[in-house]
Structure formats: structure tokens, C-alpha cells
DNA sequence: AGTTTCTTGTATACAGTATACAAAACAGAC
DNA sequence: GTCTGTTTTGTATACTGTATACAAGAAACT
């Protein structure tokens, strides 16, 4: 055959590419609950029964039962005695912990922000901040989560510091969590956003000490949002 | 749990809503080849070879064989003596059969739409055969088939007859190969979209009887065109 | 004629999923 | 406290889809 040819075939099944990709059924049902779990969907408290997601999903128990009980091994589920599996909120030594990393090392990312941005970097923060705003002011909490969370990507990623993004990135879902939570009010939604004008402003003036102290503040107030949240589920 | 919650839940899982749309890896790729041998990309003549197209998707030998061997029982493939497989041009039969089942059919369709339609009901006809002339100017004759299929079927949908749309509905991988051999060649292309005009203009003016002898004179054309290039194979 | 290469045919193993039945725990009635 | 029914998960088995190894057949080459 010839080349022509050939090449013709690779392009008709370009379809196909994505074959490598390939997931079994329960590691999508995994990978889903988790970010539902992780997006406040299913709240914490929040039952799951097995044979009713299946019949949700329109799926058989097996791959359903394959997913539970890996969310139950990486801590997002637990085994209820009444039956089903409820999801783990965070607890206050999680709290402790991940605001504690987070003050260390989003700090310092914000620091090497400060020093080593280029003037032009800072438009795609300019524009998620003012995004917040537009879907702050139509009261649309629900998205702020994200806006938020793409804030932050775009801040860490000044660093210019792969393996300290990394780093922050290994508690991402923790993050988030909280952040949905916090987010939920409005008045911690609106001082998110004043800090993230002051932030910007501190990078750049590139005022490396400023804009730390501002983080920590920021991420303090997050913490003392959250662990107050807690006293009302208490 | 609260019935909130539940609601949450379902939102949380929307992307396993395509769960009922699985497919087997055979299944995708017998789609996959049917699309290229459809579109000729893949041409009537053209030899697989099952290990190479395994080897070439990163996929073991069994779903391509899967894929294959359905291939040759709908009548895309024949085996080869030496080994692997050929794509089947269509046969004069085929060519013969398929003409005249569409000169009936979709001369009906014409008339129907002559008389049926509404005055903005051709405002999408009007559209294609200008997207196709633009595609004609700039000599991008690959995307002719498919614009020209849009515009058929738009005609199709105007007789507001869904029985008959689903009979010439059958053909319809054969009409496509029959559209892309003939749309290779300019000179077609550039009739084709003025056989479209006047079949518009004769719509428009409600003239079911010159309607129905335009398509009828189309599609001996292009039946005329298609014989000719299997003599050109010879 | 013999050997090598190419390609498909066939068999077996394994992973993933569906489904049926068993087991355990809880709720309600007496 | 006992019994029954319901709910839910645990377990076993069957089936499908896929990967892979080896066999078989045909063509090409020497």
C-alpha cells in the first residue's frame, strides 16, 4: 500500500488516539465520587449506599464496590455499622496540618512570586480577580471555588519553583474542600478577594516581605473560617 | 439523607451519565474503520494488515480482529489470498442499485419539499451552498462531502417525512462514498453546487415537477461520474 | 526443494463486570 | 426478649473482552 495511504489510515483513525487512555468502569465511578466528595457535593456526613448508586448509575454493584473501597483506603469514606459509608469530613488535626504547610510554602511561592515576576505575568491574575468579583457580585458563590482555586494556580506558578508547586499540590484536594467551605460565605468570599488585590499589589511593588505577611493573614483568617464551621457542626 | 444531598450527589456524578453509552474497544474500532473506508480515506483497494493496525493503535490483536471480521461481514473487506484484508470498492451493482433507489427517493423528497416548505425554511439550504462555494474558491475540495451531505439532508428534512428520510437514510454510507469519489474532481464540484442553486430557486418557486427533474438529472451525473472513474480503475 | 518471513487462526490466561445467593445488622411488632 | 422482615454488604460464579503465546498456512527468496 501505499504511503499515501498509510498515512490516510493513521488520519481516519485518529479517533483512536485516545485509546491509551483507557479507564475500567470502577476507576471512573472512583475518580468522579472523589471529586464530588472533593467539591463538597457529598458533604462530609454524607451516606453512600452501594446498591443505590449502582442502580443511579445504571451499572452493576462490582465496579461501584471497587470504588468505595479504594475512596474508603485514601481516608474519603467510612464504613458505617448501619450499612452504606459515609464521607469523612476533614478533621481538626487536618485542619492544623494542611493550613500549617500552607502558610509555609504558598508564603514563600508568593515571596519568589514577588521577585521574580515579569510585569506582563500579572494580567492573568488581574483577570481572575476581576472574574471573582463579576460572579461575586451576581452572587454566584458556586463558582468562586474554581476562580479561586485558578488564582492561586496562577500565583504558585510564579514561583517559578516546580517542585514547590508540586509540593502544594500534593494537598490540593485538601484545599479545596476548605475552600468550598469557606467560600460558602459571603463575607469571607468578598475579604478573599480584598486579599488578592492586596496581594497582587504587594507582588508588584515587588515587596517579598509585605506580600508574605499578607498570605499568612489570608490563610489564617481561612483557617479560623473553617475550624468556626466545625463549632457549628458540633 | 436529605433529599439536598442526594440531588448533590447526582450533579457530583453527571459525567458517569455516558456509563449507558459504553463500548467495547472492538466496537470502537470497527466504528473507526468503517468512518475511514466511508470517507475513503482509506480507498476501495487499500490493504489491512490486522497485526499492523494493532501494533499501530497500541492495542492487542483481538478487538482489531473483532473490528475486522464485522468489516467483512457488512461487506467493507474481503481477505486476501496473501494475507490481510482489502477494502471493497463498491460494485456496479452497488453503483446501478444505489442510483436508482435515490433517484426515486430523493426526487420525491424534492417535490415534497417544493411543496411543503416555509419561506425562512431555506435560509440553512441558502447557507450551505455558500459555505460550499467558499470551500470550492479556496480549492478545499476535502470538505466538500460532508457540506454537501449537510445539504442534502436539509433537502431530506423538508419533505417533513420521516419514513422516507429513513429510507434514503440507509444508503447513506454508500452515498458518501459515491459523494467523496465524485467531489474529488473539480469540475463535478463546481456542477454539483449549481445543480444546488437550481434546485433551491426551483423550491422556492414551488415547481415540484422541475424540482424533481433536477435531482434526477444530478444524480444521473453523478451516477455518469462515478462510472467513469471505475473505467479509470480498470 | 528448502528455508524464512508474514499473517491469520486458535488456545489460554487474566481483568473487569454482572448477577445470584449468603450473611450480618437493624427496625418493628408482639 | 424473641421473631420476622428489610436493608445492605460479602462472596461466589459466570460471562465478556482483551492480551499474549504458539500453531498453521501461504508467499517470497535462495
Redesign the pocket.
Known sequence: MSTGSQKNISRGLEDLGKIGERK?????VFENLKGAIVKGDIPPGGR?????L?ETLG????????A??KLEREGYLR?L?????SVLGLSLEDVEETFGIRGVLESYAARLAAQNHRKTDLKPLEKKIKLYQKHLDCKDLDALPDINTEFHDLLYALSRSPKLIHMINNLRDQIYRFRQLILRDEKMAKMSNEDHKDMLERIRQRDADGVERLVRDHLTRGKKAVMDSYDELE
Open positions: 475500567s468502569l470502577g476507576q471512573h453512600l449506599i452501594e446498591s443505590r449502582a451499572i452493576s454493584r462490582t465496579p461501584v464496590r471497587e468505595i473501597h464504613k455499622s448501619r450499612g452504606g459509608f
